[in-house]
């Protein structure tokens, strides 16, 4: 997208979030980009835009404006079978509004549609923070204590959920993890929740 879009002005940002620069670096030379990839290791991304799990896409305009709060989108289908999401509709969307075919979501639909974090989220996430420093300063039991309670105060945000398992010694695509998302979903929760349109 970003080499077909580039000549209008448009630019792709990828943002990993990953415990360290070395978990997503892998990945990004794998891609080989041609756009900005970045790395965030301390949930900046997450906290400023409610973030609550990946893959999530924003569109900002030319003035850093939302135009397309949180969404679940994907470049391709091959995570089609898994989620139900086809990339084809985004991606249209995507085009026309670059191309000045088709205007981006009025602000107040905007407004409407963004999920902002609760005071109980925002809790959350001080837990998470909290828990992130003493990891770092390798005090991983008290750490894990806080990772636990960030996740029960918002067990809606696997950014949180799942991003603090490879600091507790669990692999985020093992069967904890998926024991955790199958729990989520049985009670009747989506994984991917996209945008309400």
Do not use: C
Request: hydrophobic share 45%; aromatic share 10%.
């Amino acid at each position: 997208m970003y080499g077909e879009l580039r000549g209008y002005g448009f630019t792709v940002i990828t943002v990993a979030i990953d415990k360290s620069a070395e978990d997503a670096r892998p990945w990004i030379a794998a891609a080989r980009p041609t756009h900005p990839s970045l790395i965030d290791t301390t949930h900046v991304l997450a906290d400023l835009y409610n973030i609550v799990n990946v893959p999530t896409i924003l569109w900002l305009d030319e003035r850093g404006r939302i135009v397309r709060p949180n969404d679940v989108a994907f470049g391709t289908d091959t995570f089609k079978s898994i989620t139900g999401l086809e990339a084809a509709k985004h991606l249209a969307a995507l085009r026309a509004w670059v191309r000045g075919e088709a205007t981006a979501i009025p602000a107040a639909r905007v407004r409407a549609l963004q999920a902002l974090p609760t005071d109980v989220d925002q809790q959350a996430r001080a837990e998470f923070g909290l828990g992130e420093w003493l990891f770092t300063r390798g005090r991983t039991e008290a750490a894990t204590r806080h990772f636990v309670r960030a996740g029960e105060l918002a067990p809606h945000d696997f950014t949180i959920r799942r991003g603090t398992m490879p600091m507790r010694g669990i692999d985020p695509m093992g069967p904890q993890f998926r024991e955790m998302l199958g729990a989520w979903v049985k009670a009747g929760n989506p994984y991917y929740r996209p945008l309400a349109e």
